[in-house]
């Protein structure tokens, strides 16, 4: 079993930073970041696959988001710039013992966050 901690939500005004991070108990092949906005499906934000360190973007947050894993703390970050209203959500952390199939289904994942608020007010 591989337990997620999720922290660094907040409120911000547009055009913000936040950084979010997840910490792991646990190694896994791929890690990603959803986002679940109220009365919305839960969505593929980003997503890292640990051994190539290659990261993947949805395009709505391509140019503003950076996924990263710092190896030495099993911690991944997810670094959120130019902040926009529509970003709001509860923002989960999630890892997958395997790596393949589409990064953005939730049916990939074999473990979860509880998740992290973040709000963004124009």
């Known amino acids: 079993q591989v337990q997620l901690v999720e922290s660094g939500g907040g409120s911000v005004q547009a055009g913000g930073s936040l950084r979010l991070s997840c910490a792991a108990s646990?190694?896994?092949?791929?890690m990603a970041w959803f986002r679940q906005a109220p009365g919305k499906e839960r969505e593929g934000v980003a997503a890292l696959y640990i051994r190539s360190n290659n990261p993947v973007y949805d395009d709505s947050v391509k140019g503003r988001f950076i996924i990263s894993l710092d190896a030495a703390k099993n911690t991944m970050y997810l670094q959120m710039n130019s902040l926009k209203p529509e970003d709001t959500a509860m923002y989960y952390c999630?890892?997958?013992?395997?790596?393949?199939?589409?990064?953005?289904?939730?049916?990939?994942?074999?473990?979860w966050g509880r998740g992290t608020q973040v709000l963004v007010s124009s």
């Open positions: 646990d190694y896994t092949r791929r």
């Open positions: 999630a890892a997958d013992r395997g790596s393949g199939g589409s990064w953005k289904s939730t049916y990939q994942y074999d473990y």
